[in-house]
């Protein structure tokens, strides 16, 4: 039962892992959305009016959009400046990283689920076997009944 409990902690453990890489996934499609739409308006010709300005996914300034680069989060809180072409190139080789690792996440996983059925079919014929044992010992330990 310890080892049971132990291997559904690391599945829990590994399921929560897998669903922050797929968060981290949605959020980098998004910067390549926010980079392209960005980089459509100013392209198009309403590039004299104002326009609310992304600053974080809820944090939005009136500016207009004169944008050449982008500043990228690197990591560790260090920034670089990119062009539409780099900032996408950037954000579409961290996704191929995270579905890499996802893929390699998702086998750890269903070995883990497989794992725990293998597991849960163990427990199961221990107590059947135990209930069988008990059973037998009360029909010797029953008197027989004499005529």
Do not use: W
Not at 4 to 29: C, P
Not at 42 to 67: A, C, H, W
């Amino acid at each position: 039962m310890a080892f049971k409990q132990n291997t559904q902690q690391e599945l829990i453990h590994l399921q929560s892992s897998y669903d922050a890489l797929l968060l981290a996934q949605s959020k980098y499609k998004d910067c390549i959305n926010s980079v392209n739409l960005i980089e459509d308006n100013r392209e198009s010709e309403s590039t004299d009016k104002e326009m609310f300005i992304p600053l974080t996914s809820s944090l939005y300034v009136r500016g207009k959009n004169q944008v050449e680069n982008f500043k990228i989060d690197i990591g560790t809180g260090y920034f670089v400046e990119k062009n539409q072409e780099e900032s996408i190139s950037f954000f579409k080789k961290r996704i191929d990283k995270l579905n890499g690792d996802a893929v390699k996440l998702k086998a750890l996983i269903t070995e883990k689920v497989s794992l725990m059925q293998t597991i849960d079919a163990i427990i199961r014929e221990k107590i059947i076997a135990s209930q069988r044992a008990q059973q037998e010992a009360q029909t010797k330990e029953a008197p027989v009944a004499s005529k």
